[in-house]
């Protein structure tokens, strides 16, 4: 199974801060562009907010981004707002499904 | 608007089963495969296992975790998927979500998961 490595576990960032987070495929095993992102705040269910890497689900604000391929992919918010304290999680699809750890954005 | 709705979560005892339900409205529901997952206490998120639809055999995949003891079925003429979850363990106990897998195919490679419910929490204690 291809699992997924997520970094950093938390990060802690102030309103306005350009936030990145990344996730790398495990044993370096291309999932090509097979990676969704999902964020969820407490007490919710996920939301999508990117897929095929780079896609922005609809209704999702345009700060949010992603990139990569292959094994190595980032999120990146533009400027943090405070609606976007929650935790992130990658999702790989190339294989039965996996998430990463997850990332947690605190306000600093 | 596309919504799904879980529902049948509560306390059992361990060893012993319990029916989830996932409900879906507002879009063609037998034309999706359906997926669950689950969340612990404080943890992430695990997928739990997925039904095709029926135009590819209406089969299911499981997670190594649960494959002897959780079944997923569907009906479509009532846009119901169901996870029948048997002798039930203490670290089964999890917030269970459905989800609708956007993948179309057999292999359901390249898809993603939107929406999903509110989820049900299930938790297995004595």
């Known amino acids: 199974d291809i699992q997924m490595i997520q970094s950093p576990f938390s990060l802690s960032a102030s309103v306005g801060d350009r936030v990145t987070i990344t996730c790398r495929a495990s044993?370096?095993?291309?999932?090509?562009?097979?990676l969704n992102w999902y964020q969820q705040k407490p007490g919710k269910a996920p939301k999508l907010l990117i897929y095929?890497?780079?896609n922005l689900q609809s209704g999702v604000p345009s700060r949010f981004s992603g990139s990569g391929s292959g094994t190595d992919f980032t999120l990146t918010i533009s400027s943090l707002q405070p609606e976007d304290f929650a935790t992130y999680y990658c999702?790989?699809?190339?294989?039965?499904?996996?998430f990463g750890q997850g990332t947690k954005v605190e306000i600093k | 608007e596309v919504q799904l709705v879980e529902a049948g979560g509560g306390l059992v005892q361990p060893g012993r089963s319990l029916r989830l339900s996932c409900t879906g409205s507002?879009?063609?529901?037998?034309?999706?495969?359906m997926s669950w997952f689950r969340q612990a206490p404080g943890k992430g998120l695990e997928w739990v296992g997925f039904?095709?639809?029926?135009?590819?055999?209406?089969?299911?995949e499981y997670a190594t975790s649960v494959a002897d003891r959780f079944t997923i079925s569907r009906d479509d003429s009532k846009s119901i998927a169901y996870l029948q979850m048997n002798s039930l363990q203490t670290d089964d106990t999890a917030v269970y979500y459905c989800?609708?897998?956007?993948?179309?195919?057999?292999?359901?490679?390249?898809?993603?998961?939107?929406?999903w419910g509110q989820g049900t929490l299930v938790t297995v204690s004595s």
């Open positions: 989800s609708r897998d956007r993948a179309s195919g057999y292999v359901l490679r390249g898809g993603w998961f939107d929406p």
């Open positions: 095929g890497a780079s």
């Open positions: 039904i095709r639809s029926k135009a590819f055999g209406g089969t299911t």
């Open positions: 507002g879009f063609t529901f037998g034309d999706h495969a």
């Open positions: 044993q370096s095993i291309s999932i090509s562009n097979y």
């Open positions: 999702q790989q699809s190339y294989s039965t499904p996996a």
